[in-house]
C-alpha cells in the first residue's frame, strides 16, 4: 500500500463523518434528544482525529503522483488549500465538541451559546470538508481542459471560500521563513507536552495505584490544563508539520506518533464513555481503582510515552519511507 491508496482509503471519513454528525446533531434539538446530541458530539470529535492521518496521507498522495500524466498541479495544490482551511475548522469543531461533552456531565450543562458554537463550526467545515473532496475528485476527473493548463473554474461555493484559502507553498514558506518563529513554535510544543503529561501522568500514576493517599476528584480538576496543553500542541504541531509537510510524511516516526495519537483517542473514549470515568471520579484517599481503570490508565501512560519518544525520533528517522 502506498501513500495514495492510504490517502483514498481515509478522504470520505471527514467528509461523510460531518455530513452524518451536522445531521444528527439537527436531529437532536427536535424533541430535546440527549442521546443523539451526545452521539453527534463524539462522531465530531472522533472524525476530527481521524482528519489528522487524512491530511497527512494527501501530502503523500500528492508526492506519489506528482509528475504522471494528466495530474495537473494546479488542480492538485488547489485541493491542498482547500484541505488546509478545512482542517482548521474541522479541529475546531473536534475541540469545541469535546468541551461540551465535558460541561454535559457537569452540574448545570452546556449553554445554548456552547451548542450554538458547534452548530456554527460544523456547518461551516461540512462545507470546506465537501469543498475538499470536490477538489480532490476534480484531480483525477477534471473539467475538460483543466488537467492541460486551462484555467479553473469555480462553482458558487468554490467561488466564496476559494479567496480564504491558502496558497499551500506561500503558506509553508512563511512557517520556516524565520528561524525564531520555528523555535517559538517549538518552545509551545513542549510547554503543552509539560501540561498534557505533567496533568495526565499524575491522574494515571494515582489510578493505577500509586500515592493512593490522594483522592482523584481534585487531581482531575486539574484535567482542563491538560486540555490547554493538548490544544496548544494540536495547533502548533499542525503548523509545524505544514512547514515541513514532506519531512514528516516520509518519516516513520512520524507516523508512529500519529497512531499513538489515534490510540489515544481511542482510550479517552474507552475510559469516559462506558462508565470506567464514572467509577473512578470519586476514588478516596487509600481507596484502589478497578482492574479495568487500571489497565485503562497503564495504556493511556504507555501511549504517552510512545508519542514523546517517537516525536523525539522524527529526526533521526528522516526519509525513512519512500513516495
Ligand atoms: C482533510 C483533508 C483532505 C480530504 C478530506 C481530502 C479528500 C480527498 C478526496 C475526496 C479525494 C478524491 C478521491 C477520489 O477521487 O475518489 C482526494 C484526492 C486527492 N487528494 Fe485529498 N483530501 C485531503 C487532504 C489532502 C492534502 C493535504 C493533499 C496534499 C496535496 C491531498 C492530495 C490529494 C491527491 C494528490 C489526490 C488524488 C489522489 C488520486 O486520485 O490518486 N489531499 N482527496
Do not use: C
Not at 230 to 247: C, D, K, S
Amino acid at each position: 500500500m502506498n501513500f495514495d491508496h492510504l490517502h483514498l482509503l481515509l478522504n470520505h471519513v471527514p467528509i461523510i463523518g460531518f455530513f452524518v454528525g451536522v445531521g444528527l446533531f439537527v436531529a437532536s434539538f427536535t424533541g430535546s434528544n440527549e442521546d443523539l446530541r451526545r452521539s453527534s458530539l463524539i462522531i465530531f470529535a472522533v472524525v476530527s482525529l481521524l482528519t489528522i492521518p487524512t491530511f497527512v496521507s494527501g501530502v503523500g498522495a500528492d508526492r506519489t503522483i506528482a509528475g504522471q500524466a494528466g495530474i495537473s498541479d494546479a488542480l492538485v495544490r488547489r485541493h491542498e488549500g482547500a484541505a488546509m482551511l478545512g482542517l482548521w475548522f474541522v479541529m475546531a469543531t473536534g475541540a469545541a465538541a469535546v468541551v461540551v461533552l465535558w460541561r454535559s456531565q457537569r452540574p448545570g450543562g452546556a449553554s445554548r451559546g456552547n451548542l450554538a458554537t458547534v452548530l456554527a463550526l460544523a456547518l461551516v467545515a461540512s462545507i470546506l470538508m465537501g469543498r475538499t473532496g470536490n477538489t480532490g475528485g476534480d484531480i483525477r476527473h477534471p473539467e475538460p481542459g483543466a488537467a492541460a493548463g486551462a484555467p479553473i473554474t469555480e462553482g458558487i461555493v468554490g467561488s466564496i471560500v476559494h479567496p480564504f484559502e491558502p496558497a499551500p507553498d506561500g503558506f509553508t514558506n512563511l512557517m520556516v521563513a524565520n528561524k525564531w518563529w520555528w523555535a517559538f513554535m517549538m518552545v509551545l510544543h513542549f510547554i503543552g507536552l509539560s501540561l498534557i503529561i505533567g496533568v495526565v501522568g499524575v491522574i494515571n500514576l494515582r489510578i493505577m495505584g500509586f500515592a493512593r493517599e490522594l483522592p482523584l476528584a481534585p487531581l482531575h480538576r486539574l484535567l482542563p490544563l491538560a486540555m490547554a496543553g493538548l490544544g496548544i500542541n494540536i495547533v502548533t504541531g499542525m503548523l509545524a508539520f505544514i512547514g515541513m509537510p514532506t519531512y514528516y510524511t516520509a518519516d516513520i516516526a512520524f507516523w508512529f506518533k500519529i497512531a499513538a495519537l489515534m490510540l489515544l483517542g481511542l482510550n479517552a473514549a474507552v475510559f469516559y464513555l462506558t462508565g470506567i470515568f464514572h467509577r473512578v471520579e470519586r476514588l478516596a484517599p487509600g481507596e484502589d481503582a478497578t482492574l479495568s481503570a487500571k489497565i485503562v490508565a497503564a495504556s493511556a501512560l504507555a501511549l504517552w510515552f510512545t508519542v514523546i519518544i517517537a516525536g523525539r525520533y522524527i529526526q533521526h528517522f528522516e526519509d525513512s519511507l519512500r513516495f
